[in-house]
């Protein structure tokens, strides 16, 4: 079995900082892209940023410049550092990732989501 678990999230004033964490665990054999996604109340789930095993990273027009996506191979993690926040960026946050699992199970797994909340 395969977990994304997730932490980092919280409330903070707009022009802040907060930093997500997403760490992989279970029978993992690989682990291909990482990412993270939000969803305001209402709408639907965008992507945020996401990640490469090599390193590459693509961001979405809103957080470009604010947000840095890195990962650590070793301890299957992945981070995002989030700064200069505004209100708009109040979300749930979830974490994604492909997994090459060793059960069988191979492909896409979420976590269970980190609410962010953004305070003007």
């Known amino acids: 079995q395969v977990q994304l678990v997730e932490s980092g999230g919280g409330l903070v004033q707009a022009g802040g900082s907060l930093r997500l964490s997403c760490a992989a665990s279970?029978?993992?054999?690989?682990?291909?892209?990482m990412g993270w996604y939000r969803q305001a109340p209402g709408k639907q789930r965008d992507l945020v940023a996401v990640i490469s095993s090599g390193g590459s990273t693509n961001y979405a027009d809103s957080v470009k410049g604010r947000f840095t996506i890195s990962r650590d191979n070793a301890k299957n993690t992945v981070y995002l550092q989030m700064n200069g926040l505004k209100p708009e960026d109040t979300a749930v946050y979830y974490c994604?990732?492909?997994?090459?699992?060793?059960?069988?199970?191979?492909?896409?797994?979420w976590g269970q989501g980190t609410q962010v909340t953004v305070s003007s």
């Open positions: 279970g029978s993992i054999l690989g682990v291909a892209a």
């Open positions: 994604n990732a492909f997994i090459y699992n060793g059960n069988g199970r191979t492909g896409d797994y």
